[in-house]
């Protein structure tokens, strides 16, 4: 398998490759339960919990300030994609649309099929994380969790939740689906922080 699909970091990705990591050929997908199908049209992304209610349409979505971003992307399952190319919205342009309680710590992301993750607010603030439609200039596949993902490129790839729908935002941290089922709370890559103690 190793060879064919995944390869040993060369040596120029010294620092940029997560131990126990290798590098992919392709972009596999993982996903556990059937892959939801949400039309652009029917989509809605609603903000919640501490937080002012507010629900986004696709357009409404699309009118915020767009990015381009390459990333190294890095799955628990211990591959790792270098040099990823999206188009889509920061996270921090997106908070700025919102009104978020100062006891918000926490963020649960909900996703279309009852997916859900949890991510610390210092995490999912931060400038490098970003809400995906393009991925290489092409629409997002839906096995990739299109119409759209959030990306949090300094996590686990478990963090980057597919087929958004909600942002909850929370005074005590709630854990989502993978955590309750024995990952890691944060899933910080280069800690190696795969599985909860």
Same mark, same amino acid.
């Given at each position: 398998m190793l060879g064919k699909f995944f390869k040993k970091p060369r040596n120029e990705n010294d %620092?940029?490759?997560? =131990? %126990?990591? &290798?590098l992919t050929n392709g972009f596999p997908v993982m996903t556990y339960g059937r892959t939801p199908k949400i039309e652009r049209e029917d989509w809605r992304l609603k903000v919640h919990g501490l937080a002012q209610e507010k629900e986004f349409t696709w357009e409404q979505f699309m009118a915020l300030p767009m990015n381009n971003f390459t990333i190294d992307f890095h799955c628990v399952?211990?591959?790792?994609? #270098?040099?990823?190319q999206w188009t889509g919205v920061k996270v921090t342009d997106f908070l700025n649309e919102i009104q978020i309680d100062p006891k918000a710590q926490h963020v649960m992301a909900h996703c279309y099929g009852g997916y859900t993750t949890n991510i610390p607010l210092n995490d999912f603030a931060r =400038?490098?994380? /970003? /809400?995906? &439609? #393009?991925?290489? %200039?092409?629409?997002?596949?839906?096995?990739? %969790?299109? =119409? #759209?993902r959030l990306v949090i490129p300094h996590l686990y790839a478990w963090k980057s939740a597919k087929w958004l729908s909600g942002l909850e935002f929370l005074e005590t941290e709630k854990l989502g689906f993978w955590e309750l089922n024995g990952y890691h709370r944060r899933g910080e890559p280069f800690a190696e922080e795969r599985y909860s103690n």
């Open positions: %620092g940029r490759v997560p =131990p %126990g990591q &290798y399952t211990r591959w790792s994609k #270098l040099d990823v =400038p490098e994380n /970003f /809400f995906a &439609y #393009l991925q290489a %200039g092409e629409p997002l596949a839906q096995d990739h %969790g299109g =119409p #759209l």
